[in-house]
């Protein structure tokens, strides 16, 4: 089978369909599988978007999502840390290492998963703790691909 050129343009468009289109009982799981299309592909393959290198803060288009801690460390030296900017393209690094990682812990209530906290740790050190509901996951993600989308589209 031949591969196609745009197959990561292709893939990132089908996870789209997919993940809006789906009516089935596990919506949250496929958000999540979907996640994993819709956010490390395009940050693995991404260019050097300028929005990717704002302060998270300043990005007025961001979905809200709740970050509980978000400090990208860059470097341990001798127990001194040293810290990346708090830019959208660390925080993509830093939430995709969580979901390849399977940093990712459910918050039920009653026995129904209302949120999920994804977490990401720098050798023993946690830098990135954020949770998503259902609904900004899944607007994080389609964020996150229409950028990625927007991106090679020239």
Do not use: W
């Not at 300043?58 to 708090?86: A, G, M, Q």
């Amino acid at each position: 089978m031949a591969e196609s050129k745009n197959f990561n343009i292709d893939f990132v468009r089908r996870t789209r369909d997919i993940l809006e289109s789906y009516k089935g009982e596990h919506s949250f799981s496929n958000l999540i599988n979907c996640s994993l299309g819709l956010i490390i592909l395009p940050y693995e393959k991404r260019r050097k978007s300028p929005v990717l290198n704002k302060n998270i803060s300043e990005i007025d288009s961001l979905p809200f999502f709740t970050i509980l801690d978000f400090n990208p460390i860059k470097t341990i030296i001798k127990d001194r840390i040293s810290y990346y900017p708090k830019t959208l393209g660390v925080f993509l690094r830093k939430t995709r290492n969580g979901l390849a990682h399977q940093n990712i812990h459910p918050i039920n209530s009653d026995g129904i998963l209302q949120k999920i906290l994804i977490t990401n740790k720098y050798k023993n050190y946690t830098d990135l703790k954020v949770e998503f509901t259902e609904n900004e996951l899944k607007k994080f993600a389609l964020f996150i691909s229409e950028l990625y989308l927007l991106e090679h589209s020239s």
